[in-house]
């Protein structure tokens, strides 16, 4: 069974820098897109960044040239580089995948991290 499990959150000052993790465990052949989202109080849940099987990229206009999305499909990880941290990047910070191909399974869609907390104090 495929698990999203993400690290990397904490709590830090503005302007300061964090990397978020997210490794996809099971019997894993490949993944399409694996994205970051956030979800701050009382808001909806938005697409901060994407990157897809062929490394293109897309990201919100709340964190261009700020933050960075890599992967490294060896190790079925995505990252989130955070630079220049602001209070209103506060927010709980999900991983999602929406295709996996797997062993067993065959493919299986959308799953998602149980999420990671990101504080920033200003």
């Known amino acids: 069974q495929v698990q999203l499990v993400e690290s990397g959150g904490g709590l830090v000052q503005a302007g300061e820098s964090l990397r978020l993790s997210c490794v996809a465990s099971?019997?894993?052949?490949?993944?399409?897109?694996m994205a970051w989202f956030r979800q701050a109080p009382g808001r909806q849940r938005e697409l901060v960044a994407r990157?897809?099987?062929?490394?293109?990229?897309y990201y919100a206009d709340s964190v261009k040239g700020r933050f960075t999305i890599s992967r490294d499909d060896d190790k079925n990880t995505v990252y989130l580089q955070m630079y220049s941290l602001k209070p209103q990047d506060t927010a709980v910070y999900y991983c999602?995948?929406?295709?996996?191909?797997?062993?067993?399974?065959?493919?299986?869609?959308?799953?998602w991290g149980q999420g990671t907390q990101v504080t920033v104090s200003s």
């Open positions: 990157i897809g099987s062929g490394g293109n990229t």
């Open positions: 999602h995948v929406d295709r996996i191909s797997t062993v067993y399974q065959g493919i299986v869609y959308d799953y």
């Open positions: 099971g019997s894993i052949y490949s993944i399409n897109d």
